[in-house]
């Protein structure tokens, strides 16, 4: 299984945000903080420079906020962020979510039920012999 995060940067500071989210993933904490980011959007989403809202909640996670802001300020994700839009592009995806199933394309949220149906028939069309 690949994940694949397509960044739909709209402006400067979602894209220090996924810049951030990276690199708390380097400290094991991505989805803690992807979470977070969602849930208090209205604390850092109209800031210029929301870095100081995000190391805030760096801390809040008992992450390193100063090797978090090391990297925030370093850049050194934009390749990342740059490569993985590139791939979602060459796979036409233009919204998020989007997901893949093998050859499945899945656009839009969905209920958990329907992305099990397709995980299983998936699974079952694998298992089958070939012929």
């Not at 893949?100 to 079952?124: H, K, M, S, T, Y």
């Amino acid at each position: 299984m690949q994940l694949v995060l397509y960044p739909f940067v709209l402006n400067a500071t979602s894209y220090v945000a996924t810049q951030a989210a990276l690199c708390a993933g380097e400290q094991g904490k991505f989805w803690p903080f992807h979470h977070l980011l969602f849930a208090r959007q209205a604390q850092w989403a109209q800031w210029r420079d929301p870095l100081p809202q995000l190391v805030v909640f760096a801390a809040e996670l008992g992450l390193d906020t100063a090797a978090l802001e090391r990297c925030v300020r370093s850049g050194r994700m934009q390749r990342l962020i740059e490569a993985d839009r590139d791939y979602g592009r060459s796979l036409q995806v233009h919204s998020t979510p989007t997901l893949f199933i093998n050859e499945r394309r899945i656009v839009g949220a969905q209920p958990e039920a329907d992305l099990v149906r397709v995980i299983r028939e998936e699974l079952a069309r694998a298992r089958r012999p070939a012929g």
